[in-house]
Each structure stands twice: as structure tokens, then as C-alpha cells.
């Protein structure tokens, strides 16, 4: 059985699985990935290959070849023998969900480290309460990630990636910095950039975690975008980052940046600007004009729009950032922030959502769960920040 198993077949997931078997002589570990759902067998028979890596940053290609003791299913053990398991699958309810409830159910949970990949503004709140009402959690660590450890694509056999300098993390755990040891240990490579690990993991509370993500600005605010919905009606294809974002367009997302730090502040935490965390996870030299630091990204932001109007609403941006704005809906409203712009943008992207054909379930989001959590400042922050607390009553009046 493998010491670390990654589930999630994606680009993140893949792209991970080459990087431990490049480095394993160095970190050690056995390892394997899983896809999120067992039916999904057929995509783990056509992992078993070579790929071939190509470093966007350094333009270094290499080549890894995945066989079958790398690959396996969830219905094999794995989960219980590892010690760390890695979900790498976005943050969609439906997917997440029955995720966190199977690892909830494991006897072997005390003393494992659950990493969490793209954290994910939607349903932060609800992993923090998970934390708080599973007793066998409180002897294990959950470690969420701000998004990835890589920008990446795979397609077909080759994998187009860049490594983040930094990765902001939060460890809900009893002992952080042990659980951070574990997983810096899997990216042994640190000595390129004069670090303990690339890329290098920034320690952050679970409250500031929340507001450094922003899919539901870049990645909902340019698919839903008019002009760039005529070019996926029409099959036409963009780069997303760079060429979906138009003059017009990054005034909007601009100021929709600019309230999310303004909500961050209300529960007492700050959030750097989006071109500020560009500057930070790429190393791009900061631009103030939102426009023409993404402009600037040109050679680190390559991912295609969807291709057609049902391609769209499979995908994340419908999927895992739509449930981010509801629950940025729900932080504003329990903070009593009024954030026009975000509100005028929530309206107007979810009935454009529901006219294409968006599910309710992906509209709505984590609410069902959110509901379930009190609403006051006090208590969100002391969740997001110790769910381990015993008593985060008494917590929230620190």
C-alpha cells in the first residue's frame, strides 16, 4: 500500500503524480493516484504511459512514465493504509462532499494528514465545521491550500506546467508545523529557490485563507462575460485569462478584487490584490492597472475557455466558483458589508447560469451547509481559525 494517496485524475492530480515519481529517490514516499469516483476506471488505464513535461517557466523538458503500481481505485484500501492523502478534485459540492464524508468514516484517521487543493472559497466554512464536529478529526490534520501547487494543463501525453514560488496553507492541526514538514517533504526541490520545499508553503490562519481565492471574479466574471459567451456560442476559443480579459471587462473584475479585500477587512484580516498575488505565486513584476498585469501573464496563463455552452456548465467555473460567490454572499450579509458590485455581478451571472442551463445544485452552492453554521462575525472567525476549540463560544469572545 502507498504512504500518500492523491485522489483526482485532473490536471492537478496528474501533473502531481509526475512530480513525486521525478523526485520519489529524494522524498522517499510510495504513492499512488485515485480518480474521485471508481467508475472512472477507464481513465486510470490510460495514465499508464510516458508524459512528457514542459516547464513554462524555464522551458526544461523531461519525461515520466506512470505504470500501474502509481494508479489504483478508491475501493482498494488505499485510504486507510495511507498517511497522507491529497484531494486534488475542485471544490464542487456534489464532488466534495461524499469525499469528506468517506474520510470521516476511516479508523485509521488519527494521525493522517489530509491535504486539500484548491481549499476553495465556497466550501471553506463548511471543511472548518466538518473539523469541528468530527471528534476523531481533532488527532489528524487537515491542511488547505489557497489554490495549487502548479499552474498546469495536460493534454493527452504532454503536460504544460509552472510551479508557484509560494503557496499560502492553512493546517488545522494540533501539531501545524509537523503536518507541514510532511508535505513540504513531497516537493524536495527547495533548493532551486533557496526554500525549504518548492513550492514554498506560507503558513496563513484559516480566516485570511478565505479571502485570498478569487475564482468567482477571473474565472466566473470571463466566462459569464457577454462578449466572451458570443465566442463560446459561436465555438470560438480564447485564452482565458489573457484574451478574455478585455478593457471593459477588467474594470469590473477590478473593483469586484477591490470588495473582496474590503470584506476581508470586516472580519479583521487582510487580503492582497489579485496583481499582487500574481507578483507573488509567479514572480511577475507587479503592474498596478488590472488590465495590464494580466495582459502580463501571457506566458504563464495559457488555459483554453470552454469550447461550447455545455462544455461551460461541466465545468469549475460553474461548478466550484458559483458556490465561492454564494458564500461570499453569505460572509457579506453576516458582516452587514454591502458590496454593490458584487451584488449587481452575483445577480447578473447566476440568471445568465440558470439561463444556460446551470444546475440548482450548482447555483445554490454549499447553503444547506452554511445555514447549518452560526452567522456572526465572532463565531466564523473563531471557526475559521481553531476548529479544534472545544468551546468556540469562548474562542469567539477572544
Same mark, same amino acid.
Given at each position: 500500500?502507498?504512504?500518500?494517496?492523491?485522489?483526482?485524475?485532473?490536471?492537478? #492530480?496528474?501533473?502531481?503524480?509526475?512530480?513525486?515519481?521525478?523526485?520519489?529517490?529524494?522524498?522517499?514516499?510510495?504513492? !499512488?493516484?485515485?480518480?474521485?469516483?471508481?467508475?472512472?476506471?477507464?481513465?486510470? +488505464?490510460?495514465? !499508464?504511459?510516458?508524459?512528457?513535461?514542459?516547464?513554462?517557466?524555464?522551458?526544461?523538458?523531461?519525461?515520466?512514465?506512470?505504470?500501474?503500481?502509481?494508479?489504483?481505485?478508491?475501493?482498494?484500501?488505499?485510504? @486507510?493504509?495511507?498517511?497522507?492523502?491529497?484531494?486534488?478534485?475542485?471544490?464542487?459540492?456534489?464532488?466534495?462532499?461524499?469525499?469528506?464524508?468517506?474520510?470521516?468514516?476511516?479508523?485509521?484517521?488519527?494521525?493522517?494528514?489530509?491535504?486539500?487543493?484548491?481549499?476553495?472559497?465556497?466550501?471553506?466554512?463548511?471543511?472548518?465545521?466538518?473539523?469541528?464536529?468530527?471528534?476523531?478529526?481533532?488527532?489528524?490534520?487537515?491542511?488547505?491550500?489557497? &489554490?495549487?501547487?502548479?499552474?498546469?494543463?495536460?493534454?493527452? +501525453?504532454?503536460?504544460?506546467?509552472?510551479?508557484?514560488?509560494?503557496?499560502?496553507?492553512?493546517?488545522?492541526?494540533?501539531?501545524?508545523?509537523?503536518?507541514?514538514?510532511?508535505?513540504?517533504? /513531497?516537493? *524536495?526541490?527547495?533548493?532551486?529557490?533557496?526554500?525549504?520545499?518548492?513550492?514554498?508553503?506560507?503558513?496563513?490562519?484559516?480566516?485570511?485563507?478565505?479571502?485570498?481565492?478569487?475564482?468567482?471574479?477571473?474565472?466566473?466574471?470571463?466566462?459569464?462575460?457577454?462578449?466572451?459567451?458570443?465566442?463560446?456560442?459561436?465555438?470560438?476559443?480564447?485564452?482565458?485569462?489573457?484574451?478574455?480579459?478585455? *478593457?471593459?471587462?477588467?474594470?469590473?473584475?477590478?473593483? /469586484?478584487?477591490? @470588495?473582496?479585500?474590503?470584506?476581508?477587512?470586516?472580519?479583521?484580516?487582510?487580503?492582497?490584490?489579485? *496583481?499582487?498575488?500574481? @507578483?507573488?505565486?509567479?514572480?511577475?513584476?507587479?503592474?498596478?492597472?488590472?488590465?495590464?498585469?494580466?495582459?502580463? !501573464?501571457?506566458?504563464?496563463?495559457?488555459?483554453?475557455? !470552454?469550447?461550447?455552452?455545455?462544455?461551460?456548465?461541466?465545468?469549475?467555473?460553474?461548478?466550484?466558483?458559483?458556490?465561492?460567490? +454564494?458564500?461570499?454572499?453569505?460572509?457579506?450579509?453576516?458582516?452587514?458589508?454591502?458590496?454593490?458590485?458584487?451584488? +449587481?455581478?452575483?445577480?447578473?451571472? $447566476?440568471?445568465?447560469?440558470?439561463?444556460?442551463?446551470?444546475?440548482?445544485? &450548482?447555483?445554490? #452552492?454549499?447553503?444547506?451547509?452554511?445555514?447549518?453554521?452560526?452567522?456572526?462575525?465572532?463565531?466564523?472567525?473563531?471557526?475559521? $481559525? &481553531?476548529?479544534?476549540?472545544?468551546? /468556540?463560544?469562548?474562542?469567539?469572545?477572544?
Amino acid at each position: 500500500m502507498s504512504d500518500v494517496v492523491v485522489i483526482g485524475a485532473g490536471h492537478v #492530480g496528474v501533473t502531481l503524480l509526475t512530480d513525486l515519481v521525478s523526485t520519489q529517490e529524494t522524498h522517499g514516499s510510495t504513492f !499512488c493516484l485515485v480518480p474521485a469516483r471508481n467508475t472512472n476506471r477507464q481513465r486510470i +488505464r490510460d495514465l !499508464c504511459g510516458p508524459f512528457t513535461r514542459t516547464n513554462m517557466m524555464t522551458g526544461h523538458v523531461d519525461m515520466v512514465r506512470l505504470g500501474a503500481p502509481h494508479l489504483g481505485h478508491l475501493d482498494d484500501g488505499v485510504l @486507510e493504509a495511507a498517511r497522507h492523502i491529497i484531494i486534488t478534485v475542485p471544490d464542487i459540492p456534489a464532488v466534495r462532499l461524499p469525499l469528506i464524508d468517506r474520510i470521516a468514516r476511516l479508523s485509521s484517521l488519527p494521525g493522517k494528514v489530509v491535504t486539500i487543493v484548491q481549499a476553495g472559497q465556497g466550501g471553506q466554512p463548511v471543511l472548518a465545521d466538518w473539523v469541528r464536529r468530527t471528534p476523531q478529526l481533532r488527532d489528524s490534520s487537515l491542511i488547505l491550500i489557497e &489554490d495549487s501547487f502548479y499552474g498546469t494543463r495536460v493534454t493527452g +501525453r504532454d503536460i504544460a506546467y509552472k510551479r508557484k514560488l509560494t503557496v499560502n496553507v492553512t493546517a488545522y492541526s494540533r501539531t501545524p508545523e509537523t503536518a507541514l514538514d510532511r508535505l513540504r517533504g /513531497l516537493f *524536495p526541490l527547495g533548493h532551486h529557490i533557496d526554500q525549504p520545499s518548492w513550492p514554498h508553503f506560507v503558513a496563513r490562519d484559516g480566516i485570511g485563507l478565505l479571502f485570498d481565492a478569487l475564482g468567482y471574479i477571473i474565472h466566473v466574471g470571463v466566462a459569464l462575460d457577454r462578449r466572451n459567451l458570443d465566442k463560446t456560442r459561436a465555438g470560438i476559443t480564447y485564452r482565458h485569462y489573457t484574451e478574455g480579459v478585455h *478593457p471593459d471587462l477588467a474594470v469590473l473584475l477590478d473593483a /469586484l478584487d477591490r @470588495e473582496r479585500v474590503q470584506l476581508a477587512a470586516a472580519y479583521g484580516t487582510e487580503t492582497p490584490t489579485f *496583481p499582487r498575488i500574481i @507578483e507573488r505565486q509567479y514572480g511577475i513584476a507587479f503592474r498596478p492597472d488590472f488590465y495590464d498585469m494580466m495582459q502580463a !501573464c501571457a506566458d504563464i496563463y495559457r488555459s483554453m475557455s !470552454c469550447a461550447s455552452i455545455t462544455e461551460l456548465m461541466r465545468s469549475r467555473f460553474i461548478r466550484e466558483d458559483l458556490p465561492g460567490l +454564494r458564500t461570499v454572499q453569505w460572509l457579506a450579509k453576516t458582516a452587514g458589508v454591502r458590496l454593490p458590485v458584487t451584488e +449587481r455581478f452575483a445577480s447578473d451571472v $447566476t440568471r445568465t447560469a440558470v439561463e444556460l442551463g446551470a444546475a440548482a445544485g &450548482d447555483v445554490n #452552492g454549499y447553503e444547506p451547509q452554511l445555514t447549518a453554521i452560526p452567522a456572526t462575525v465572532p463565531h466564523i472567525k473563531a471557526l475559521l $481559525t &481553531d476548529p479544534h476549540h472545544a468551546n /468556540l463560544a469562548e474562542a469567539a469572545k477572544r
